[in-house]
């Protein structure tokens, strides 16, 4: 990708603490302009869609240093590895895999019409929806636009966009960024006012990316207008280590998915579970590890901030809590917590019981707890006593246990051996089920997300079905009991 930019956002004009006026934002008119502008066009051609998706891409590539930059500024320090390999290179990929395959999507499927129905046929066409609606979280806000965004663009859509209040500046870069799709896309940002008064706009469709007492909130005004949605949230997301897992390795993949970001990842691991032999072992061997792969003086450079103070007092609270209830904190030698710039390196909890909030709710920040078993059937228990997560990380040679653990549990999705990375799987879908997500985009059913299926049934003129069903309804009904009905 290319690294500089030709045209950069002036990132200085930003105002960071700056809100919008909810009254001072025309939802309404923002909205109806919009729709205006769907109705001249329901169907747009496939040329016309991938035109849309390529002048994105380009604007994306064109801007991603002065992304890097917003980025950094909005979070006070975050890595450009960590926006690089979590918000632009994912975005660019989802554009080429969409434009890639778009054209098979866009086809009718012809389906069966059966015995009954012959000689007509039957066909499954992908609609447009109309106006959809995206709201946008603070953690990774250029994927999680730019993401359903596109998809919704591509299955003839217009979107109309609520960005978070919490990053100001990439605000900025996205809004040059989609300039040119103007027609298509309308930003729009503010506070939970205007999230509150942006989730009652009559959309076709509403995909929400956040927290699940956010989601149950957009849930309740999508109902009460009949309006489908698609809630993409969270959950406590358990890794499960059985006792012939590589600690080493599996260390590693949890502290990826731990420390990307400072561990502000809806799929991040919550808490893990590994059994109790392995326990002490475990807890050393991620700390050391976590020394080797942040080396202590590139550690300022490599490792980012927790987004704001608020967030971080929440995490502070959690740690707090849990010393007063018993647990104890671990953390890799010589790696202090920086109140100031908001840096928090990891902290293990050990020790823990349920009473501690940090086994109650998201953590959504580097703290995990590490929790022992003694049998297998015991930690599927514990993830089975808890809402269905996002994401179920499994560190395991052993294919009987992985199998065991496939069986036994629900989750979003699932890595072996590894965390995070099936987010980046574009041609399978990704979503939550329960508490942590309804519906789901990437791939295929990305596309269809943002489509309705139509079925059509095309019958030729010559048929006289109609007239002789009609004619000979005595007929009819007992030929259809004997044929169908047994």
């Not at 960071?16 to 923002?30: G, M």
């Not at 998809?151 to 500046?169: H, R």
């Not at 260390?251 to 326990?279: F, M, R």
Request: with cysteine; hydrophobic share 40%.
């Amino acid at each position: 990708m290319n690294s500089s930019t030709s045209h950069p956002v002036n990132l200085e004009s930003v105002d960071a603490s700056a809100q919008q006026d909810v009254n001072a934002i025309d939802l309404e008119a923002s909205f109806s302009t919009l729709k205006q502008q769907y109705l001249t066009n329901k169907q747009p051609t496939l040329i016309e869609r991938k035109t849309l998706l390529n002048s994105l891409k380009n604007a994306l590539i064109e801007n991603q240093q002065s992304l890097l930059v917003a980025l950094n500024r909005d979070y006070g320090k975050r890595p450009d590895f960590d926006s690089l390999m979590a918000d632009v290179l994912p975005s660019v990929q989802h554009l080429n895999y969409t434009l890639k395959h778009l054209k098979t999507w866009l086809k009718p499927e012809r389906r069966s019409a059966g015995l009954l129905l012959a000689p007509s046929s039957i066909y499954v066409h992908k609609q447009s929806k109309g106006v959809v609606g995206v709201i946008v979280p603070w953690n990774f806000p250029v994927f999680l636009s730019i993401g359903p965004i596109a998809t919704a663009l591509a299955a003839g859509n217009k979107v109309m966009v609520k960005l978070s209040e919490y990053t100001p500046f990439t605000n900025q870069v996205l809004r040059k960024i989609f300039s040119s799709l103007s027609d298509s896309v309308t930003i729009i940002e503010g506070g939970p006012d205007v999230a509150a008064k942006f989730t009652q706009l009559p959309f076709e469709h509403v995909f929400f990316t956040g927290s699940t007492s956010v989601g149950r909130l957009v849930a309740k005004s999508c109902a009460e207008r009949l309006i489908p949605n698609t809630l993409e949230l969270g959950g406590k997301s358990p890794v499960v280590i059985t006792p012939d897992s590589d600690l080493e390795k599996a260390a590693d993949a949890i502290i990826l998915g731990k420390s990307v970001n400072a561990g502000q990842i809806c799929v991040a691991p919550d808490y893990v579970l590994v059994e109790q032999s392995q326990y002490l072992a475990f807890c050393q061997t991620y700390l050391e590890r976590f020394a080797a792969l942040y080396d202590i003086d590139k550690f300022n450079d490599e490792y980012g901030a927790v987004i704001n103070l608020a967030q971080f007092e929440r995490l502070q609270a959690l740690l707090d809590d849990a010393k007063s209830k018993g647990a104890r904190v671990l953390s890799p030698k010589g790696y202090e917590i920086d109140v100031q710039n908001r840096i928090m390196p990891p902290q293990l909890l050990v020790d823990v019981n349920e009473q501690m909030l940090a086994c109650q709710s998201e953590i959504f920040g580097p703290v995990l707890p590490v929790i022992a078993y003694s049998e297998l059937s015991e930690a599927i228990n514990y993830i089975n006593n808890k809402a269905r997560p996002l994401a179920l990380y499994i560190m395991s040679k052993d294919k009987l246990a992985i199998n065991q653990i496939l069986q036994q549990t629900h989750s979003g999705g699932v890595c072996i051996n590894d965390t995070l990375m099936h987010v980046g799987a574009d041609d399978a879908p990704f979503g939550g089920i329960g508490e942590s997500g309804v519906g789901n985009y990437h791939g295929r059913e990305g596309f269809e997300t943002f489509c309705h299926k139509r079925t059509v049934l095309k019958t030729p003129l010559w048929l006289p079905r109609v007239k002789l069903i009609l004619k000979f309804k005595g007929l009819a009904k007992s030929l259809l009991t004997k044929l169908f009905v047994r």
